[in-house]
């Protein structure tokens, strides 16, 4: 099962990441189909693969999706940071998304990062999950710019309110 999820890169000094649940591309013989990873995690369960579909989704799923962002972003750190002084970015707010292939055993396996993933309406998702989401996003970096980045506060998962009326999650650095 193919997985497309978002994240994004809010700052790089000090490094700040957010993630999002994506959706599945389910396909069958006729058709293709997107589904939100709660329905994903129903599917699972339906099939007996996973018990309980939200303990599956915050305590396996989730916290695979950030080890893979954290580990994909930390190994580009010091080019981010050298970026920040180039012309045209200053290193803060960059959204990406990231495909990731499940296996039988519900193993994560990264296949790619897009710069810049398409949010273009598309007919197998309800088109306010994509303004949902960039709202809920814009929220979080506007957090970041005027509560910490402006006024010098440190940005930790506790101190970023608007966390708790969105979707996105902090991914933490180990």
Do not use: C
Not at 102 to 109: A, G, M, T
């Amino acid at each position: 099962m193919e997985i497309r999820s978002f994240f994004s890169v809010i700052g790089v000094e000090p490094l700040v990441m957010v993630y999002h649940d994506g959706h599945a591309q389910v396909n069958d013989w006729d058709a293709q189909e997107k589904w939100p990873m709660e329905r994903v995690a129903s599917y699972l369960a339906h099939q007996q693969k996973i018990k309980d579909p939200k303990e599956w989704l915050t305590t396996q799923f989730r916290p695979q999706m950030k080890k893979i962002i954290a580990d994909v972003v930390t190994s580009m750190e010091k080019d981010l940071v050298k970026s920040k002084y180039a012309p045209g970015w200053d290193g803060r707010f960059e959204l990406l998304s990231m495909d990731v292939l499940l296996d039988n055993n519900l193993n994560p396996y990264l296949i790619e990062v897009q710069i810049g993933p398409g949010l273009a309406p598309d007919p197998g998702l309800n088109p306010d999950w994509v303004i949902n989401m960039v709202e809920g996003l814009m929220d979080v970096v506007l957090e970041v710019d005027l509560n910490h980045r402006f006024y010098g506060g440190k940005v930790t998962e506790s101190s970023l309110t608007s966390l708790k009326d969105s979707n996105w999650e902090y991914v933490s650095v180990a």
